[in-house]
T-cell receptor
Framework: DAGVIQSPRHEVTEMGQEVTLRCKPI?????LFWYRQTMMRGLELLIY????????DSGMPEDRFSAKMPNASFSTLKIQPSEPRDSAVYFC???????????????FGDGTRLSIL | AQTVTQSQPEMSVQEAETVTLSCTYD???????LFWYKQPPSRQMILVIR??????QNATENRFSVNFQKAAKSFSLKISDSQLGDAAMYFC?????????????FGAGTQVVVTP
């Protein structure tokens, strides 16, 4: 079974550039999540979708961050313009919905390590 | 809002020994789910074990077991017969059964070091 697929695995870019992170969730999963992980703040939920609709984006730090899910098999997280403090590991995760059982776990991708110079 | 606290930044254990990681959470809800995730140096997030709050029986997955104390709001993870491959950061996570069902609230993590 293919897991959650994220690309790129690493991204190094200069401040001010646009960054796009991509995620393909597990087929059939209803929920998709974007997280950011840093040493200082740990794992933070940025936004999550249910059936391609954004449910809660209260974790998105600034207007520079945006996320889309145009279909059930693809999502993007975009940062424009990027800043050095955006450097972190960004994870995408997906899960089945509550109707399949409330204990459904989230399955994580391998993450994108983003470095903004 | 719920908070998850892991009070041990790092725990060290010898191979074949047992280590217990603590996790406490703050909630006013009665229905919820708890999870332990493992993050090795490869940075993958791997589900270790999960527990439903309505179940009194503690979950077990091979060498991993939990001690779920609902009244105390405690959810500790025990790793028995520790192996070198268990070295990782371990995160405790909480999920509500309410409207915000999808969201996981993570603790800060505990680094497990396994020595030969």
């Amino acid at each position: 079974d293919a897991g959650v697929i994220q690309s790129p695995r690493h991204e190094v870019t200069e401040m001010g550039q646009e960054v796009t992170l991509r995620c393909k969730p597990i087929s059939g999963h209803d929920y998709l999540f974007w997280y950011r992980q840093t040493m200082m703040r740990g794992l933070e939920l940025l936004i999550y979708f249910n059936n391609n609709v954004p449910i809660d984006d209260s974790g998105m730090p600034e207007d520079r961050f945006s996320a889309k899910m145009p279909n059930a098999s693809f999502s993007t997280l975009k940062i424009q313009p990027s800043e050095p403090r955006d450097s972190a590991v960004y994870f995408c995760a997906s899960s089945l919905g509550r109707d399949r059982g409330g204990n459904q776990p989230q399955h994580f991708g391998d993450g994108t390590r983003l470095s903004i110079l | 809002a719920q908070t998850v606290t892991q009070s041990q930044p790092e725990m060290s254990v010898q191979e074949a020994e047992t280590v217990t990681l603590s996790c406490t959470y703050d909630t006013s809800e009665s229905d919820y789910y708890l999870f332990w995730y493992k993050q090795p140096p490869s940075r993958q997030m791997i589900l270790v074990i999960r527990q439903e709050a309505y179940k009194q029986q503690n979950a077990t997955e091979n060498r991993f077991s939990v001690n779920f104390q609902k009244a105390a709001k405690s959810f500790s993870l025990k790793i028995s017969d520790s192996q070198l491959g268990d070295a990782a950061m371990y995160f405790c996570a909480y999920r509500s059964e309410a409207d915000s069902w999808g969201k996981l609230q993570f603790g800060a993590g505990t680094q497990v070091v396994v020595t030969p």
